[in-house]
């Protein structure tokens, strides 16, 4: 407790949800104002670029669809990555398993001589189980080998990545690409569909936003999530409590890298569809997502909004590069100032203010 | 090709390259040596690589930039230290604004400087009679700048410091348990704060030896990722100063051989094998007895509030 | 039904106007920054040269849009009123094809693709007469007989250009080597100075590229020898050690398809033919360290003092030689062609038989490695 004249600053454990949401506005609205100069510094003046972006964005579905658009793959990633936060697992590798769902799904798309019905079926399917055998190799390399999580998911990154590039100019080269590294177009029957007038390939958010749910039943009310918790909490009392460590964090880094291959399956069933050169399949959602996972502060339905916010931050991004002819470099000064401001006013939310005139001392003092 | 030219180019190489990683990873591993984890160096680097190019063309003078990347590193740094220590923001999440930040500023910031030679580049030095042993010579003692062997001692330097001194006991016990450090009288948010601007400073001269020495002029995005090697690398190098020269000189050598063994390998496979490697060795070093050693500090990325636990 | 009509006549007439309009808004979408120095510098350079030049035009770009994202940058530069768009990309490909069927009165056109459309032309400013150019000089320079070349990534540009340098370097000198390294990045600093460093290690001494940044020609220069600039003019760059290069002039390509729209003679009824590939001929690329310097003075004198027999030209030096086949290309009546038969590949193949010509199809197609090629080739037949 710090008494600041007649106010008292107290500590809260759980502040509640209309705190931590007026707190993360305000920290944008915040974040807004000191990046106010940036803009006049490109001589735009900074209200009218506020209110271009808003009216841009929000002003018709065609372009507040690209916010949905964008948040597919960061509420896929991000409700993973809550998932494995939530036991301490540093899975830096959301990239990685992301793009392996996207080189599993355009398998089975170009290679695999299934029904036309079954297609999008078994693309999700092998595209989660590719994600999870990539999420599931650091898990036990750090059981069984004690090898640190955050560097052998951020490598897997970089050797998925360089996997892609070998097939797209090599085994996968496609025939009509002439010669170029792509793969050929999907059929019709691998893409997935829109919604009208938008490129937000619908089956994917639907998933995205169940499994969400699902993820947070999983984690609140069963064994497994019970489970889950201690491992992240205290892995001491999770040892006597005799939870196997190894089956625990498996299966967390099994749907942890499973989501992230599903939200590489939507980028390429219903943006691409195609394989090309890893860094137009995604743009870094899987490192982003990690930022989404945080804020979300480990809770995966949080998780939809904070991928939504970072959505909306994209698509302001392309709003400011193509009609204020602003530098494309604004957006990451931009998005450091948000995520500055975000995290910084993190504290408030753990801070009441009162008055502090209930308290005996102060009513004799102030009534002198 | 005899094997004495192979050894000299890889080695040569290997120091070369690796010289932005090894500075880089010393000052990361010092920032979690006091417990605070710092994502943002690929963000300090290119702020660093950016004002050194900046400041050399200016003033000619490759000793003065580098002196400014230091500073804007240890700024920058300081932005981290400020969210983490005293407002106890999250580290991850701040270490990733501050890299999305400093790319994005040195990008604006370096708009129209792209396309130009930098006219006085950190000279490369032929070390008087010590370059004239065969193999040896070429393979040390040419076509390096101070940078490199600056980047050695200081590692040597940096390991006495942390395991040899009394500073470094109060470094490593404000990131093994900062209760204990604070109650025994030393300045837990000092100390943070230090590590981590020191941090910095070492990341911006990393990042300006990019721009005034491995590659004399600025472009766009020249980090390229490095700073996410760094971060691989202090946990490779187990926080240990000693290490980390062997860590990025290893790591410097896989990159240069991933374009010298093109002729006998697939050069696709070949680009991921320094990634691959990395892991590979952890796990081989998981088989033996020195992974006790291999545990990160115990307060890493939990920020100190006096009072609790 | 009258209604219908109106909207009709009204859609119909809107279409019209905007292009019998006297200004045009060309948007331009670049798949790196404009900083890069390379590919998307050149065209933003070609960009602001001809937006100076014609008051009727206003362009406006924007730059670093992921492959996967065109169709949502087009869509809002059509929002914002562009008339002709210009998309800089291979990726770009079917994402612009998709928008020039949602809009077809907007001017599509496409950088390095091979699908065209009614309101979408493609275009190309191709390197490989003056990469020859550049072999020629570099086979009459190497003293280990041993030339390394940097390459960005193994598709059929890139080898084209490599197959077209190692041909003018086997003309004046029949058992050089051209040994390759594959970086697989467009640009990176860092991939393209270890690569360089490999080549030089095993012996290399002249150097050509293909990466958007000056690396090659800086790192070659601190070890003394000379090089071929890539993309924008590198000579600044080293001046002792540029001997010349490609440099590519966008402006002219755009500046033709530009003031032929603004003239009415493209409209977004005829461009499904229109397939610019243009060279030396046209002006769209030229040989040398910097504009107008098609050779560095300091390399005139070893060149002139190599001399070659060359069938048809006897004896010349590889200094004439250069002009010689430098007006050949450039004259608008092309009377040579560095593919020219007898072309074998590495393997022993003959890839161009005798007296004949490469089509526009197997040049934009081509995986094979001529012979004097030496190194990984990916995707060799």
Known sequence: MKRIGPFVLERKLHPSRATVFGISVLSVVVALLVAAPVFAGYGVSPWKAYEAIGRGIFGSWPSFSEVLRRAIPLILCGVGLTLAFRAQFWNIGAEGQLLAGAVAATGVALFLPVPDGLKLPLMFLFGFLAGAIWGLIPALLRVKLGVNDVISTLMLNYVMAYIVEWLVHGPWKGPTMRGFAYTDAFPLSARLSYLPATRVHWLTLVLGVVLAFIVAFVLARTKLGYEIRVVGQNPDAARYAGISFTAVLSLVMIISGGLAGLAGVGEVAGIHWRLRSPSHISMNYGYTAIIVAWLARGSPVAAIFTALLFGLIFAAGDYMKTVLGLPFQITGVFNGLILFFLIGFDLLMFWRVRFAQKEKVWTSQAGS | MDIASWLVSTVSRALAFGVPLLWGTLGEIYAERAGVVNLGVEGMMILGAFTAFAVTQSTGQPGFGLLCAAAIGGIAALVHAFMTVTLRANQYVSGLALSMFGLGLAGLLGRGWEGKPLGNPLPTLTIPGLSKIPVLGAMLFQDQTILTYLGIFLAFLLWLLLFRTRWGVAIRSVGENPGTADALGINVTLVRYLCVVFGGVLAGVGGGYLSVAYRPSWTEGMTAGMGWIVIALTIFASWDPLQAIWGAFFFGALYHLSYRLQTYLSPELLKLMPYLFAIVVLAASGFGTARHRRRAPGALGVPYVRGER | ?381
């Open chain 3, 1 to 381: 039904m009258k209604r219908i009509l109106s909207v009709v006549l009204a859609v119909v007439a809107l279409g019209a106007l905007a292009f019998s309009a006297e200004k045009i808004k060309a948007g331009f979408i670049y798949v790196g920054p404009i900083g890069d120095y390379g590919w998307s510098h050149a065209h933003d350079v070609a960009r602001r040269i001809v937006d100076e030049k014609f008051d009727w035009l206003e362009t406006v770009y924007v730059e670093s849009v992921p492959e996967g994202e065109v169709e949502t940058y087009i869509d809002q530069l059509v929002r914002q009123g562009c008339n002709v768009i210009f998309t800089t990309s291979f990726g770009f490909m079917d994402g612009t094809l998709a928008a020039a069927q949602r809009y077809p009165n907007v001017i599509f056109a496409h950088a390095s693709g091979f699908k065209r459309w009614a309101n979408m032309a493609t275009y190309m400013a191709d390197f490989y007469q003056v990469y020859y150019l550049n072999g020629l000089m570099a086979g009459a320079l190497t003293k280990t007989g041993k030339i390394g070349y940097v390459a960005a990534f193994p598709i059929p540009e890139v080898k084209r250009h490599i197959n077209a340098f190692t041909i003018g370097v086997r003309t004046v000198n029949p058992n050089a080597e051209v040994h390759v390294r594959w970086i697989y990045e467009w640009f990176n600093p860092a991939a393209a100075k270890e690569a360089t460093e490999a080549l030089i290690a095993e012996g290399c001494d002249v150097f050509a590229f293909t990466e958007d940044s000056p690396t090659v020609v800086q790192v070659a220069a601190e070890k003394g020898l000379p090089s071929f600039g890539h993309y924008s003019p590198m000579y600044d760059f080293a001046p002792d050690y540029v001997v010349s290069g490609q440099i590519v002039h966008w402006e002219k390509i755009y500046e033709d398809f530009l003031v032929k729209i603004h003239e009415g003679l493209y409209t977004n009824k005829n461009l499904a033919h229109v397939d610019y590939w243009w060279l030396l001929a046209q002006g769209a690329v030229e040989v040398g360290a910097k504009p107008g310097m098609v050779i560095n003075p300091k390399y005139e004198e070893a060149l002139k003092a190599k001399k070659v027999n060359v069938p048809g030209l006897g004896e010349v030096s590889v200094y004439d030689l250069v002009f010689i086949r430098l007006n050949q290309m450039a004259d608008p009546g092309i009377t040579y062609d560095p593919f020219q038969g007898p072309v074998y590949d590495r393997k022993g193949q003959l890839v161009v038989p005798e007296g004949m010509w490469l089509s526009y199809d197997s040049l934009i197609t081509m995986e094979w490695a001529v012979a004097g090629v030496v190194g990984p080739w990916p995707g060799e037949p």
